[in-house]
């Protein structure tokens, strides 16, 4: 994990709701134990730019989206369960 | 149109589908602000019909639309509707319709605790909203079924979903898979309770027919039966009759048959404008060319006819009519006739119907000729085929179109009228052709078997065709048995002959009679000369006595005087000699 930008992640949420909350806190937190400088995050509030989510093809919110490194991975949920969040991530290889 | 249509409910607004019969069989179209679901199984016109819905909501009605599809993409489905003739790209410029695809990959996705289904709904708001959408489509939201693992978060974000779109006062067309148990495969009819449109392609004698049903419409009549449909050139049509009523009008007016001693025969006028003819007769009896000579008239009047043959190519037909002094290729070209060539076999006779129903409404004719329409009933039901019939015959007449139809019937039985039982009852006249096989060959009659409102011709005649076109001619009609072709020639030149020396005998026996009047006459000159001579003897003879009387009457006065006789005792009459 030398690559200071390794993963490239979007966060797709629909205002402070009680999910959308949940989601912002477990993804920092996640990120933050185990990428640590190699992620870059942005979080996306669909309620004020409902055009981007037809571009990641958002349907359920919260989405986690990996844009990088490829293939397209995402995580749909309040990434409440961390070990599968760090599976969809493919940060831990099984 | 008029057919059996449901009277408007003022209650409940509707929202017109524009598509040809399906708003007369719902009675002015989808609940308005309400979800509508259609289902049908793979391939029924499902997404066809959501399509049309939203682009004549678009184009007619000032209604721009939003649809959401889930499995096919925007390119691909805007290349399969332009066989329709619907530009979507032109629409979506025109921001009167606005295409979703969502997609979801189950491989792209990993579930991690509670989430919802708000990205769809802020997708779907913020197309309505981008153009003032009215109509919606969700073009087989049952494929979140297999995108999304957790199907009791989707139900309930279904349910919200359809109470969304109520709220928002949007007219929503929900497609759905026909499930095996259930309406739909994930059993979207429990969300979507206002209105249920299923669509069905069945197969029947390896013909397949594409079918409407409106299972259930809350709080408004509708057309319960099943209405067959065809995906045509502009679009869905839906056949939405059996007319119930009886309520065309009825011309008074007459048209020629094209065939003059034809036109004798039905009281020397032809059959009424708006009427339906039907020319049946077994194999080789001339229908086809009754029934070109009735297009050829047509077109002479400058009428528009509209001729279905389901045995033979136009071109085929345009030769053979040649054969017998009829161009129908000029009219063709002139674009007063159109000839639609097809296989009975190609359809349905439902979708055959949908079919000219789409011609005649394309076209516009005044002239209909289906030929035959035995063959489009094949082996089929009679009772089946009778109301399909009816709803051809019934719309034509609605038309005020005159409609020839020809019907082949079993060849050489005994009483043809018995095989066209079904369909004669519809027809106005009834034209039957014949073959009469007799002295070596066979020959064609023709008579009116009905014809209503007419005083009609009760005679057979022959039917003649020839290079110069067809011609009636009468047929011998001798003790026990009529005579036609060659026979009948050679009895007409018996006769003939036979007529021939009656003549000389009255001639011979009125040259007797003269003979003996001036016999008679002789002899009557001869007694009266005989007469008058006598009368000349008598009256000479009165003459001589008369004179002898006097001569002897002076001679005794001269002797009385001689003798000086008394004066008054004298003169006394003495008897004669």
Same mark, same amino acid.
Do not use: C
């Given at each position: 994990m030398s690559n200071a930008l390794t993963f490239e992640l979007r966060l797709y949420v629909a205002g402070q709701t009680a999910k959308s909350l949940a989601a912002c806190a477990n993804l920092k937190r996640i990120c933050e134990t185990h990428l640590a400088g190699q992620y870059r995050l942005e979080i996306i509030d669909l309620t004020k730019n409902p055009k981007l989510a037809a571009g990641d093809q958002i349907l359920a919110l919260p989405t986690l989206v990996r844009r990088l490194p490829k293939p397209v991975k995402k995580i749909i949920g309040d990434l409440s369960n961390e070990e599968r969040v760090l599976v969809g991530l493919d940060v831990r290889p099984v | 149109m008029k057919t059996n249509t449901v009277s408007p409910n003022p209650n409940l607004p509707k929202c017109p589908t524009g598509i040809g019969g399906l708003d007369e069989i719902t009675g002015g179209g989808l609940p308005a602000g309400r979800p509508t679901l259609i289902c049908g199984s793979a391939g029924s016109g499902k997404t066809m019909l959501a399509m049309e819905f939203l682009v004549r909501g678009a184009t007619q009605y000032g209604e721009p639309g939003v649809f959401v599809m889930f499995e096919e993409n925007a390119a691909e489905l805007t290349a399969n509707v332009r066989s329709l003739g619907f530009d979507l790209e032109k629409l979506a410029a025109q921001k009167k319709l606005v295409l979703d695809h969502v997609h979801i990959e189950r491989s792209e996705i990993e579930e991690t605790g509670e989430y919802d289904l708000e990205g769809l709904f802020i997708r779907l708001g913020h197309a309505v909203k981008s153009i003032g959408a009215k109509r919606v489509v969700l073009d087989t939201v049952e494929a979140l079924f297999a995108g999304l693992p957790n199907h009791a978060i989707l139900r309930a974000e279904l349910r919200r979903l359809f109470r969304w779109l109520k709220d928002h006062g949007l007219t929503a067309v929900i497609t759905g898979e026909r499930g095996e148990q259930s309406l739909t495969r994930y059993g979207l009819e429990e969300y979507v309770a206002d209105c249920v449109?299923?669509?069905d392609q069945r197969i029947q +004698?390896?013909?397949?027919?594409?079918?409407?049903?409106?299972?259930?419409?809350?709080?408004?009549?509708?057309?319960?039966?099943?209405?067959?449909?065809?995906i045509g050139e502009r679009g869905i049509s839906v056949l939405p009759i059996t007319s119930l009523r009886l309520d065309h009008q009825a011309?008074?007016?007459?048209?020629?048959?094209?065939?003059?001693?034809?036109?004798?025969?039905?009281?020397?006028?032809?059959?009424f404008r708006g009427s339906s003819v039907l020319v049946s007769g077994s194999p080789g009896t001339g229908k086809t060319s009754v029934a070109a000579k009735f297009v050829d008239a047509a077109c002479r009047r400058d009428e528009r006819v509209l001729l279905f043959a389901y045995e033979e190519s136009s071109a085929q037909i345009v030769r053979n009519m040649g054969s017998i002094g009829i161009d129908l290729g000029a009219w063709v070209k002139k674009g007063l006739l159109q000839i639609h060539s097809s296989?009975?076999?190609?359809?349905g006779l439902e979708q055959h119907l949908v079919m000219m129903h789409d011609a005649v409404r394309g076209f516009r004719p005044s002239?209909?000729?289906?030929?035959?329409?035995?063959?489009?009933?094949?082996?089929?039901?009679?009772?089946?085929v009778?109301?399909?019939?009816?709803?051809?015959?019934?719309?034509?007449?609605?038309?005020?179109?005159?409609?020839?139809?020809?019907?082949?019937?079993?060849?050489?039985?005994?009483?043809? +009228?018995?095989?066209?039982?079904?369909?004669?009852?519809?027809?106005?006249?009834?034209?039957?052709?014949?073959?009469? +096989?007799?002295?070596? +060959? #066979?020959? #064609?009659?023709?008579?009116?078997?009905?014809?209503?409102?007419?005083?009609?011709?009760?005679?057979?005649?022959?039917?003649?065709?020839?290079?110069?076109?067809?011609?009636?001619?009468?047929?011998?009609?001798g003790a026990e048995r009529v005579l036609t072709g060659t026979a009948r020639v050679a009895q007409e030149e018996r006769e003939r002959a036979a007529a021939a020396l009656r003549e000389e005998d009255h001639q011979r026996r009125m040259k007797q009679l003269a003979n003996r009047r001036?016999?008679?006459?002789?002899?009557?000159?001869?007694? #009266?000369?005989?007469?008058?001579?006598?009368?000349?003897?008598?009256?000479?003879?009165?003459?001589?006595?008369?004179?002898?009387? #006097?001569?002897?009457?002076?001679?005794?006065?001269?002797m009385a005087q001689l003798r000086g006789a008394d004066k008054t005792g004298g003169s006394r009459k003495r008897g004669k000699r």
């Open positions: - | 449109i299923i669509l +004698e390896q013909i397949s027919t594409r079918r409407l049903r409106v299972l259930k419409y809350r709080g408004s009549a509708h057309g319960t039966n099943e209405y067959p449909f065809l011309s008074a007016k007459r048209i020629p048959t094209g065939i003059a001693r034809l036109d004798e025969m039905l009281g020397a006028k032809g059959v296989r009975p076999t190609l359809h002239v209909v000729v289906v030929d035959p329409i035995s063959n489009l009933s094949l082996d089929r039901n009679e009772l089946e009778k109301p399909t019939l009816m709803r051809l015959v019934d719309f034509l007449k609605q038309q005020q179109i005159t409609t020839l139809f020809t019907s082949l019937t079993a060849g050489g039985g005994e009483t043809p +009228e018995d095989s066209q039982l079904g369909v004669s009852s519809l027809m106005d006249t009834w034209l039957l052709l014949r073959n009469v +096989e007799f002295n070596g +060959e #066979r020959n #064609r009659t023709i008579y009116v078997l009905k014809s209503r409102g007419m005083a009609h011709s009760n005679q057979v005649r022959e039917f003649v065709l020839s290079d110069k076109g067809i011609d009636l001619v009468d047929v011998y009609l001036k016999a008679i006459e002789a002899q009557i000159a001869a007694l #009266r000369s005989e007469a008058e001579l006598e009368a000349a003897e008598v009256a000479f003879t009165i003459a001589r006595e008369t004179l002898q009387q #006097r001569s002897a009457r002076q001679s005794t006065d001269v």
